[in-house]
């Protein structure tokens, strides 16, 4: 992969406009809660922790080409349907998600379950930058330089055991914060999962931070993984159980709409969604709806990476 310079944007250039914006509509939701006595649904923003500094260092073998999509536009059109299914929802509501304490299990066909504090996982292997291409199922995508390591380095440490053939990650709960819970628009807590070798996979990245900072809570603080060849969807966030499984788990999308969405998510515009076409993208932040649509690629662009963990499979079924 060719190596990208990383523009230097001061931190005044990229202050997100949505922020202010996204501000000043729960000022008015918050007044007219006091004022009607209801309880806003994301009371516990004031004691949100707000993104710090990560240093990282810049991993040159994953860097992509494409211009970074802008900090603005990454930290608010998201999807986090636990905080609501409009695009905004998470960048107003994920205040709320309480990230302190927090630990995650790492558990199941292992020889060392144990739990994993923040601290800790900031220091388990050394923080790396890179440049990921992110696609999502919806046909719109990315370009986020993401602060993590390989998950490997993690799931090495508990030793998985020759019957773990899969990872399945689970997801925060939290009723309070999540007005989405409430929905049955999937089948909480939202799960995913890879099969062992994807998982151990040096690109898929344990991820802690974005642009040189902790993760916002609506890009999954504190720790959320980042698939880059699969649809966004298969990047769990905010998870709190990793379990090395012998079975292939089911995921929360499979379990809500087989037809539609299979346990690899793998990116490939050959294979359409029953509802739309995957051989094309909109990429966030340039030109808006008018901007030419680019040409989805195979495995996300990182078919060098990873085509030969897919040998023999029929791509079309397996999905
Ligand atoms: N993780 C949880 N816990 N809940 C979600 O709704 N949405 C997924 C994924 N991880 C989701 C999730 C989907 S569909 C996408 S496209 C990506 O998160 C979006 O990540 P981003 O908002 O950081 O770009």
Request: net charge positive; with cysteine; proline share 8%.
């Amino acid at each position: 992969m060719s190596v990208y310079r990383f523009p230097q944007v001061k931190p005044s250039e990229i202050t997100p406009q949505e922020l202010w914006q996204g501000r000043r509509q729960w000022i008015k939701a918050a007044g007219a809660a006091a004022l009607t006595g209801v309880a806003a649904p994301w009371s516990g923003l004031a004691g949100a922790a707000s993104p710090a500094t990560l240093s990282a260092t810049r991993n040159p073998a994953y860097m992509v080409m494409d211009t970074p999509t802008p900090e603005k536009d990454v930290i608010s059109y998201n999807n986090f349907y636990e905080f609501g299914t409009d695009k905004g929802d998470p960048f107003l509501y994920a205040k709320a998600l309480k990230t302190e304490p927090w630990t995650v299990s790492v558990e199941g066909e292992v020889a060392e379950p144990r739990k994993f504090g923040i601290d800790e996982l900031l220091k388990l292997a050394p923080l790396e930058e890179r440049i990921y291409r992110m696609r999502c199922v919806e046909a719109w995508s990315m370009v986020i330089p993401w602060v993590g390591y390989p998950l490997s380095a993690l799931l090495s440490r508990v030793q998985p055991t020759s019957k773990a053939k899969f990872v399945e990650f689970q997801t925060a709960m939290q009723p309070d914060a999540m007005p989405g819970l409430r929905s049955n628009v999937i089948d909480w807590p939202y799960t995913e999962g890879l099969r062992i070798d994807e998982a151990m996979h040096p690109l898929t990245l344990l991820t802690l931070g974005l642009y040189g900072k902790t993760l916002p809570n609506q890009n999954g603080a504190p720790v959320r993984l980042v698939v880059p060849w699969k649809y966004g969807l298969k990047s769990a966030k905010s998870i709190v159980r990793i379990r090395l499984v012998e079975k292939q788990p089911i995921t929360s999308w499979e379990r809500i709409a087989p037809r539609e969405y299979g346990f690899y998510g793998n990116v490939n515009p050959e294979v359409d969604h029953p509802r739309w076409s995957q051989g094309s993208e909109r990429r966030i932040g340039q030109g808006g709806v008018f901007a030419p649509r680019i040409k989805t690629l195979m495995f996300n662009g990182y078919a060098n990476e990873v085509a030969s963990l897919y040998q023999g499979m029929d791509l079309r079924k397996l999905y």
